[in-house]
């Protein structure tokens, strides 16, 4: 339930008043009577062409495509305002698991940059093995052609005889 809007990870007002046990209305009314609240980096208000392009990109959206008007989209700055506009219990016990689910991506995010960093880091360190083997192997390529020993038993005249 969590989407890519501008650039933010926003979650749907459909969605959130779902999981707050409220009708979409009223979460709207909510925040709108309380729109001071809610800047725009709390708050994004989908055109219809980015909601248009959350139709066509994400399959759980259920009736709430039919919607007559885009959704308000919040990001995480917003959803934990909303605990301050929506007054119960069921707001408070919600918002925490959503905070909790945004801190958890964030650490899944960092995580995977870590990792990112150290396989750079091992491409790099085998990068440079590699040359060193290439460059070996191209100093015996470019020796010369030297005059080289035979390698074995040499047969004699007297050797011969005694076969």
């Known amino acids: 339930m969590i989407f890519l809007v501008r650039g933010e990870k926003?979650?749907?007002?459909?969605?959130?008043?779902?999981?707050y046990e409220?009708?979409?209305?009223?979460?709207?009314?909510?925040v709108r009577r309380n729109f001071e609240r809610f800047p725009d980096d709390f708050l994004i208000?989908?055109?219809?062409?980015?909601?248009?392009?959350l139709i066509t990109n994400c399959d759980n959206l259920g009736a709430n495509k039919y919607?007559?008007?885009?959704?308000?989209?919040?990001?995480?700055?917003?959803?934990?305002?909303?605990?301050?506009?929506?007054?119960s219990q069921k707001a408070i016990e919600v918002n925490i698991a959503i905070m909790r689910t945004f801190v958890q991506i964030r650490k899944m995010m960092t995580e995977s940059a870590d990792l990112n960093r150290r396989i750079?880091?091992?491409?790099?360190?085998?990068?440079?093995?590699?040359?060193?083997?290439?460059?070996?192997?191209?100093?015996?390529?470019?020796?010369k052609s030297e005059p080289r020993r035979a390698i074995g038993y040499r047969i004699t005249g007297d050797d011969e005889k005694d076969r």
């Open 120 to 143: 750079d880091s091992l491409e790099s360190r085998y990068d440079e093995q590699f040359q060193s083997v290439f460059a070996a192997i191209r100093q015996l390529l470019d020796k």
């Open 67 to 87: 919607a007559p008007s885009p959704p308000f989209a919040f990001t995480e700055q917003g959803v934990a305002m909303l605990s301050s506009v929506l007054k």
């Open 10 to 19: 926003v979650m749907l007002d459909f969605h959130l008043s779902g999981l």
């Open 22 to 30: 409220i009708e979409t209305r009223a979460l709207k009314q909510q």
């Open 45 to 53: 208000i989908l055109t219809d062409l980015e909601w248009r392009k």
